[in-house]
């Protein structure tokens, strides 16, 4: 681009914004105002200048809706309010903005970005250079000659060749690019799994969106599948990332030359802001200063784990916990006696293991770091085997070492996600002891609603510090390498690393769940004493029947094969049953059924909700339920449960995600056997093939009606109280209180009725809701909801206390201390602003009965401790537990569960366990 032609910059004011926002730590004046966003503003905004462009213009989002809003509704759904910290920046934002000489431009109905797009579209037209100043990938698209993208952030400049290099396709592909990703943070449908290098791959194949639309049918495996399930949306994805070019504007780009500044003004606000090199530029007449900060090198702070109206956690000043740290190679018999003493004398030990497996049932240890002090730390190889490897220590032999230490209960100990280094090393006889800090767990109690908790997150999040990557040492994709071919040196650092950044966010974090008793005990209580717990029984895993398994998948595929026969009968032609497209194709356009559900785009769905409500018209959306339904079993369970059998166990060993669920609840992974369907036969035949060996029993427990019970609990209403308390059947209780009935004369469909009730409004169930569910017109499920909230007045007035506190505090807190944030409680979307509020009234539910199994789950395991031989705790399926118990001790064990479960928590009602035996799962259920 030529220097000397004239030149227009576009500044993309709400990028600015929010960028310099979550660059710096959240800075203030004296005066406690906030100025982190203002500061990066000003300082971008000053380089702008100095570049003196001929024209220029800031641009910014107007309030209130725009087109895209009315194309999607969910559009932008998932954004967060805007923090009141950033609130209070933007009216003085602007001011300095304007007081600067920039054009500030807001156009109501569009974004910023389609303004930008047509004064540039225009401006390059006119022969004038464009500079878009933003860090907003969708510009992309607006690559040409004349028209570039800078990064004040980066320093970095893209044109047509650096957009190709970027992305990996031309700026005319980007929208079809964009559309077929889909974009989380605004909200637009993409297709699911498909990232960057797939879209690129895809369009450089097919040319444009339209191009994979029409060759849907030849993309293979899941990812193909993916893309034809949204096919129905792709059209609006296209046309929600699409840049305006032809907005309507009462000035054009030879209409924005810079105005004269307000030097007055500018200096009062750099003096209130406390901008001082800005404001000895401004004193000295204009003469360039050195920016407070340059924008290239502010911090980024990429996630806050706090979102919505919770403060952001401030990055430690602690000079103890930040910068490099020192870290030694343990290769020798004396280093690695130096090291022992040390861990004997230290109050805290902070360990890690390198692996050869993500299984850590089935790993190998590469690897031990260590520390003791922050930025100082160690790594013991034990088994790099490439070429030319140097001479490592003896794993056995620092293991036998090591394991006093580690089994040692008095020597505290700290990981991050801990549970898979004790798994790992109990294949080695090791079983771990005393560990009393978790990194991962201490940052998921101060706040679950963060959206992660790993090690490299956290670093970033509350030390500014960036962490080697794996793919830096190791590789990435298929040339990724074992770690145990990492050279020693970078294997060091990367390892030693590990165990020192554990360390200091331990030194960041702790003091942090000190300050909050609450939480500190949700922290020592439940958290901590569970990890032991869920590593045994992650050690244990359950035994699998896999011949019942193959036959009973053997014949699923049987079945699904005659339904696609009778399928292609009803449909009068052969036809894929897995192509939504070709799907539709037949129900509507041919059989001419009603389109009852729509895509996001318009398109007729062919989704459940969508086959459901024709399935009374014609057979066919029978059928594809249920073929769907077996395929779904077939492909996640009766196929994938036998190949998770572990060789050396013969069990099946699951996953317990202790730091996933926002609530509190566990998830279980590789394998998930906690979605185990219940109520089909075919899901309660692969609950048989969970079995117990010869002599023993399955023996399963689970809370009857907890939920209702803690609501009953924390509400106080008098109705719930009575029926918990009399042991009546609260549905059958629910059902006499609304339709006004004795208890003996409600019939099936008034307990069906008064069921939904219960469980739709502890779940923030509207009346439309409702009436969907029960097959009743809204007017009517109206009428259910006030008679039973006229019966159970303490209910409401649960909720309504609830929703106060949520607004007030920003958070919602289960009986025990367990605090949930609520992003979206104080949005301007009604939207998401109701769905915070159904949130706040279901956490301190469902957290509660996630706290009580938990502490259920820590007495018993400490009670069967010693009774490994005739008892053992399998798997916990949200408020169900599940034992192994030997024949003999079926009736002590049941009875020693179930007064334990009951006496997890002390309610207003009694919790109630009802305990099942058998030869398997189903039949224990």
């Known amino acids: 681009m030529s220097s000397s032609r004239t030149r227009l910059v576009l500044i993309d004011g709400s990028s600015y914004l929010y960028r310099a926002f979550h660059a710096l730590p959240p800075l203030t004046n004296a005066a406690g105002e906030p100025t982190g966003a203002l500061f990066g503003v000003v300082n971008m905004l000053r380089a702008t200048l100095k570049a003196k462009p001929n024209y ?192 309507e504007l009462d000035r054009g780009p030879a209409d924005l030359k810079l105005l004269e500044r307000h030097a007055e003004q500018l200096r009062k606000l750099y003096r209130r802001y406390e901008f001082n090199a800005a404001l000895k530029e401004l004193d000295a007449g204009g003469a360039p200063a050195a920016p407070d900060l340059p924008a290239a090198e502010l911090p980024v702070h990429r996630e806050f784990g706090v979102r919505g109206i919770s403060a952001p956690p401030a990055v430690t000043t602690d000079p103890a916990l930040t910068g490099a740290g020192h870290y030694e190679l343990v290769t020798t018999q004396e280093r690695l006696d130096a090291w022992l003493e040390r861990l004997r004398a230290a109050e805290l030990v902070a360990f890690d293991t390198e692996t050869d497996s993500l299984d850590p049932m089935q790993a190998a240890v590469i690897g031990v770091s260590i520390a003791v002090t922050p930025r100082e730390a160690a790594y013991i190889p034990l088994g790099h085997d490439y070429p030319g490897a140097p001479t490592q220590l003896d794993r056995a032999q620092v293991l036998a070492q090591l394991k006093p230490l580690l089994e040692d209960a008095r020597k505290a100990k700290l ?133 019942a398994l193959k036959k009973q998948s053997h014949e699923l595929a049987k079945r699904m094969h005659e339904l696609t026969a009778q399928a292609h009968a009803l449909a009068g032609r052969s036809f894929s049953i897995d192509s939504t497209k070709q799907l539709g194709a037949i129900l509507f356009d041919e059989l001419k059924l009603p389109v009852v559900v729509k895509t996001p785009g318009g398109q007729p769905s062919t989704n459940e909700d969508a086959l459901e409500a024709i399935a009374d018209q014609h057979e066919l959306p029978r059928l ?39 609530t509190g609840r566990l998830s279980s992974v590789d394998p998930n056997l906690q979605n185990i369907p219940i109520r089909t036969e075919e899901g309660r035949r692969i609950r048989q093939a969970f079995v117990a060996p010869d002599g023993w029993r399955i023996v399963a427990a689970d809370y009857s009606q907890i939920e209702l019970r803690i609501m009953a609990h924390l509400s106080g209403d008098a109705g719930l109280l009575a029926a918990f ?52 017109g809204r007017g009517e499920a109206q009428d259910y909801m006030a008679r039973y909230f006229a019966r159970y007045p303490g209910v409401r007035e649960f909720m309504e206390r609830v929703r106060e506190q949520a607004h007030r505090d920003g958070y919602v807190e289960t009986v025990f201390g367990r605090r949930l944030y609520l992003d979206y409680i104080h949005s301007r979307n009604a939207a998401q602003r109701a769905g915070a509020e159904r949130a706040a009234i279901n956490a301190p539910m469902q957290g509660t009965a996630a706290d009580i199994i938990k502490r259920a789950m820590i007495a018993i395991d400490g009670w069967l401790v010693d009774r490994e031989d005739s008892a053992r705790m399998l798997m916990q399926v949200h408020d169900e537990l599940v034992f192994e118990v030997h024949e003999t001790q079926v009736d002590a064990i049941s009875a020693g569960v179930r007064e334990r479960m009951a006496a997890a928590a002390e309610l207003a009602v009694p919790l109630v366990v009802d305990v099942g035996v058998g030869a398997n799962w189903d039949e224990a259920h």
Request: glycine share 8%; with cysteine; aromatic share 6%.
């Open 725 to 776: 308390h009399g042991n009546q059947d609260v549905h059958r209780a629910t059902a006499a209180e609304v339709f006004g009935l004795p208890l003996d004369q409600v019939d099936a469909n008034q307990r069906r009725a008064a069921k939904a009730i219960n469980f739709g409004l502890m779940y923030g169930m509207s009346a439309f809701g409702l009436a969907r569910q029960l097959g009743v």
């Open 56 to 247: 220029a213009a800031f641009v910014q989002d107007a309030p209130g809706p725009t087109f895209r809003d009315d194309l999607y509704a969910e559009y932008k759904a998932n954004r967060q309010a805007m923090p009141d910290d950033l609130v209070a920046q933007v009216e003085p934002m602007l001011a300095i903005v304007a007081a600067l000489g920039f054009p500030i431009l807001r156009v109501d109905g569009v974004e910023a970005d389609d303004v930008i797009g047509t004064l540039a579209t225009r401006a390059a037209a006119d022969g004038i250079d464009v500079t878009i100043s933003t860090g907003d990938k969708d510009f992309a698209q607006l690559v040409r000659p004349g028209i570039t993208l800078v990064n004040t952030m980066t320093n970095s400049t893209i044109d047509e060749a650096g957009v190709v290099e970027k992305f990996g396709v031309r700026a005319d592909q980007i929208v079809d690019y964009l559309a077929l990703m889909g974009d989380s943070v605004d909200n637009i449908p993409g297709v699911e799994k498909c990232g960057p290098k797939t879209a690129a791959k895809w369009l450089a194949e097919y040319g444009s969106l339209d191009g994979v639309i029409a060759s849907a049918d030849q993309i293979g495996g899941k990812i193909g599948e993916n893309l034809r399930k949204a096919l129905p949306q792709l059209p609006l994805s296209r046309q929600l990332a699409t840049i305006k070019t032809d907005v």
């Open 624 to 662: 594809i339920l249920e073929y769907r339904g077996l395929a779904k079993l077939r492909s996640t369970y009766t196929e994938k449960l036998a190949d998770n059998v572990n060789p050396r166990t013969g069990r099946v060993h699951t996953s317990y995600n202790q730091a996933t669920a926002a």
């Open 415 to 547: 990981g991050q996600h801990a549970k898979y280094d004790i798994n790992v090393l109990s294949n080695y006889g090791i079983a771990v002891r005393g560990v009393a800090h978790d990194t991962m767990l201490e940052s998921y109690v101060l706040n679950s609603t963060a959206s992660r908790h790993d090690m490299d997150t956290l670093a970033k999040r509350h030390l500014g510090y960036e962490t080697i990557p794996y793919e830096q040492v190791a590789g990435k994709g298929a040339k990724q390498i074992p770690f145990s071919q990492v050279d020693l040196d970078t294997a060091c650092r990367y390892a030693a690393e590990d165990a020192d950044i554990t360390l200091r966010l331990h030194r960041a974090l702790w003091p942090k769940l000190e300050a909050e008793p609450g939480l500190r005990s949700v922290y020592e209580s439940i958290e901590m004493p569970l990890v032991p717990v869920l590593a045994r029984m992650e050690q244990r895993g359950v035994l699998i029947d896999t011949a």
